[in-house]
């Protein structure tokens, strides 16, 4: 029987390990990881990057605002048109596609016709990525700047990258550390395959339970935390040399509403602001963020309607963004294409507006060359002065320098020793384990005894029907596998007396009637939910059938723990469950750690970084008991079991 190590001497267990796989690799140094809080500045490869040690707003600044050498040779030779080309940044997919394909074929025109200034790549594979951003850049006559969100690693974006936990499970371990060492390692990662801005960090404060849209891709609830998480997340883009992005300026948090599908309203004054939604802000501005995503929130308390979102804003972006917090870097409107704007403006006044407002960068234009002939109408009509274009430009172009894309346009990492290697794997798991969050646990339920003969009911909660998750696992060749199915996996590794059942939109009486049935017979009952917030959902709210089947298992007369691969508040929904832990994502690390965690050998210390009304406060979070019994190893459980059935015959 394995014995609980100490987390003490797990930590310095963990740390020989990673430094062990670090010095493996092919392609880099050993890297000395920082020791303190937020480095300042760590050790680095030989090939530092070039955004390595940006930490102050005043290097930003002279960074992104060149006016000699190849920046200023570029844009002295640019038509107007071409200029305003620079500042879209239409979409595209990874995946595989022929020349002849209708999207490759679009996007090919946006670069040989217009000149765009960049690409924004959503789902694909690793190497369709990579191939896909030397095609188009092979053809582009200005280096093109290309981005991505990846929020919570490569993986977010892009299948069998590294998969991190979400932010707000960063926020659950307090340690920006972790922050930094995760950016860092999603930019080396992105770096490899042609990525150069990340669309992050996210740097809302969540302090509205209800919101569907930031909820667990925030770093919590405290101002304060997500400033110092975010800087240090910013700090690791920068020397894993990549873009940050800070969003949703000015606070998406405070909202029960999607963007994506509607106009939210935060309907608070400048002293408030200075207080919650504008302080974390300020902090990354401060400390070298390269760039800020506008939020397509509507604030009256700072403009006076209740009709114009923030993006289209010149009070926010002009007055506040660039006036009073005195940022000099890039910024980046929200998607052009999501309802927050398309709802009151037409999309070529949306884009005219987002410039005339200060953006220097827009995202996702639903038709590029409208956004670009409207643009370039207001200019020559006086609504926007050309200086004020050049001077975003000028950022742009300053930003490709940065990058040393005036120098180099290919594509020639190393892919396969950097994306998705097991030193960044290792980190992923590492931060799994401590962000587990314990929230209630009456009667000690967790952990569960590997030898208690108990029959076990697992119920798989989902908020879609059929709903499938992505596969990044490298020892897999399938993409995608039904929700909950590698929980399911692992938990029976340890636990055989396990019957698996699916509760989900779909489930009809018949369904709920036997799981029912089958409640009735366990001893005890575990839930895994896979709730969570989602772009364009619009909600969190679970579906009637699966509320209903919900009431009537917490009315039985036995043990029910539950555990959140998503969204943190949804104990509210299960008030009466003996035992709740919060894991924040359903990402592989976080299931195989959280089933570590249910048998007893991962000891949960993630405290949580929100509060949830009427059930738990920031800080909350519970241990196990040390005196008791550890977990025991899957062969043993399979002959405690066969043991048992022998003992019935």
Known sequence: MLQRISLKLLAVVFSVILLGISSCAPTEEVVDEPEQPVPEKPDLPVDEPALSGITSGDEVSDILNQTEGWVEETLSRLSLEEKVAQMMVPRINAHYMSRDAGQYEQMMHYIEEYGIGGITFFSGDVHELATLIQDFQEVSDIPLLISSDFERGVSMRIRRATMFPVAMAIGATGDPTLAYRMARATAREGRALG?????????????????????VRSFGEDPELVGELARAYT????????ISTGKHFPGHGDTDLDSHVTLPVIDYGRDRLEKVELKPFRNIIEHGVMSIMTAHIAMPGLTGSEELPATLSREILKDLLRGDLNFEGLIVTDAMDMYGIELNYSRDEAAVKAVRAGA?????????????????????????????????????????????????QEVNEPIRD????????????DIARRAVTLVRNEDELFP????????????????????????????????????????NQLFRDYFPRTETVLLDPRSNKQEVDSLLAKAEEADKIIAHSYVTARSGEGDLE????????????????????????????????????????SAWAANEATIEAVVETLRGENNPTGRLPVNIPDFAEIGDGLGYDPEKEDEVLPDEVQEQDEDQQEDQQ
Not at 462 to 482: G, I, K, L, Y
Not at 565 to 570: H, L, R, S, V
Request: hydrophobic fraction near 40%; charge should be negative; avoid cysteine.
């Open 195 to 215: 990525v150069h801005q990340n669309f992050a960090p996210v740097v809302d404060v969540n302090n509205n339970p209800d919101n569907p849209v930031i909820n």
């Open 235 to 242: 700090l690791g883009l920068h020397d894993g040399g990549m």
């Open 360 to 408: 220097d960068i827009v995202l996702l234009p639903p038709e590029p060359a409208t956004a670009i002939d409207a643009v370039v109408a207001a200019v020559r009509l006086g609504e926007i002065e050309e200086g004020q274009i050049d001077r975003s430009v000028r950022r742009i172009l300053s930003a490709k320098k940065l990058m040393g894309l005036h120098e180099d």
């Open 418 to 429: 950097i994306v998705g290697n097991k030193y960044h794997q290792e980190l992923s798991r």
């Open 448 to 487: 569960l005894d590997t030898r208690d003969p108990a029959d076990i009911l697992l119920v798989t909660i989902a908020d879609r029907e059929h709903q499938r998750m992505m596969v990044h696992r490298h020892d897999s060749p399938a993409t995608t596998e039904p929700v909950g199915q590698y929980f």
């Open 542 to 581: 679970l579906e009637e059938p699966v509320e209903n089947a919900l009431k009537k298992l917490m009315e039985l007369d036995k043990p029910m723990g539950v555990v959140s691969f998503g969204d943190p508040y949804f104990i509210r929904g299960v008030p009466e469950v003996d035992a709740y832990l």
